[in-house]
């Protein structure tokens, strides 16, 4: 049993050790030492970040379960390295999306094996369909700051945007038209929303077998629409069911991602990913059916936090999760008025 008070003298060696046995923990689902790689993770981020280790000391210093974690607001990837590694080793920076005058957060890699193969084995494990990906975005050689499109790669997907970042709607139709082989074709919810206002008076058909995959996203626009409705308004346009929609839930500062399929269904993940709902404000999880602040746990995190405190509303569903959508207007409270506190001293 990990006992919390190693000293980590190399942390690259030791980070590269980390990696080995959390990336073996990937690759077997039999394996059930999740708790301990969790806090033996955690333990090293606090010894390489003041962040986390402030944090973590108001809340708890030494947890004894993954649950007693205090998980990182995403707010802190805006103001402050948030690694556990020497700065001079940063490989590759992922950048949120953010609004016009926004401060982009900024999750940094060491490198991005674990990452990738989060993706792959996610999409393995979860029986996700073995088609072609079709991308209604563009390429990571264009946009190499996203960890979206950089996901889609890594799922060797088609991208169907170029440089110039405009979609071309009827040229994006015509290709649909002249495939015939099925195929997941994907994007976030707004490039959905343009693609099918664009052409309003085309249905677009996809070819039999094919799939939609939504990844959420209106961050940057005015547009808010029900899930509800979009997936009424995917069905009438492309002319499939809604069964055959899958939404992808994760975010820049993860390294792993949740998928549900259809409406009313729950957000799975892989065993190297954990979810808890929490009361506002506190450390205490709600009760089965109640709405909380979804927090997730990500071992493949290993070179940030492996807890994050998001700032989107959930139903809690056994140990998985409904998804309702952010809280625009939730005020930071608890953990996320610490947080905050913390935050401001490192700018």
Not at 72 to 93: D, G, H, V
Not at 323 to 342: D, F, K, M, Q
């Amino acid at each position: 049993m990990f006992n919390g008070q190693l000293a980590y003298k190399n942390p690259v060696k030791r980070y590269e050790e980390l990696r080995i046995r959390i990336e073996s923990f990937i690759d077997d689902e039999s394996k059930d030492n999740f708790n301990d790689l969790i806090l033996e993770t955690h333990s090293f981020q606090k010894s390489k970040c003041q962040l986390i280790r402030n944090y973590a000391a108001t809340y708890c210093a030494n947890p004894k379960s993954w649950q007693e974690v205090a998980p990182i607001p995403t707010e802190a990837f805006k103001s402050t390295n948030l690694i556990s590694f020497p700065e001079t080793r940063i490989s590759k920076t992922f950048l949120t999306s953010g609004t016009t005058g926004d401060t982009r957060g900024k999750h940094h890699f060491i490198d991005t094996s674990i990452y990738e193969k989060s993706i792959l084995t996610s999409w393995k494990n979860l029986n996700l369909p073995n088609l072609p990906i079709v991308c209604l975005s563009q390429s990571p050689a264009i946009n190499c700051q996203s960890s979206l499109i950089h996901m889609f790669g890594t799922l060797n997907g088609k991208f169907l945007i170029g440089s110039s970042g405009q979609m071309d709607a009827v040229k994006i139709n015509s290709f649909l038209k002249n495939n015939r082989r099925p195929f997941i074709l994907t994007g976030t919810a707004l490039a959905f929303l343009y693609l099918m206002e664009e052409l309003i008076e085309i249905q677009l058909e996809l070819p039999k077998g094919s799939w939609i995959m939504e990844t959420g996203g209106y961050k940057g626009s005015n547009r808010r629409i029900r899930k509800k409705d979009f997936y009424s308004m995917i069905r009438n346009n492309f002319n499939l069911p809604e069964e055959r929609i899958i939404n992808e839930y994760s975010m820049t500062e993860l390294s792993s991602q949740f998928y549900s399929r259809g409406l009313n269904s729950t957000h799975k993940s892989t065993h190297w990913l954990k979810a808890r709902v929490l009361k506002p404000g506190t450390k205490s999880e709600v009760e089965d059916g109640e709405r909380g602040i979804l927090s997730i746990y990500d071992l493949a995190n290993l070179g940030s936090s492996i807890g994050i405190m998001t700032g989107d509303i959930a139903i809690k569903r056994g140990s998985e999760f409904e998804l309702i959508g952010r809280n625009e207007n939730l005020e930071p409270r608890g953990c996320s008025r610490t947080a905050e506190t913390y935050l401001s001293s490192h700018n």
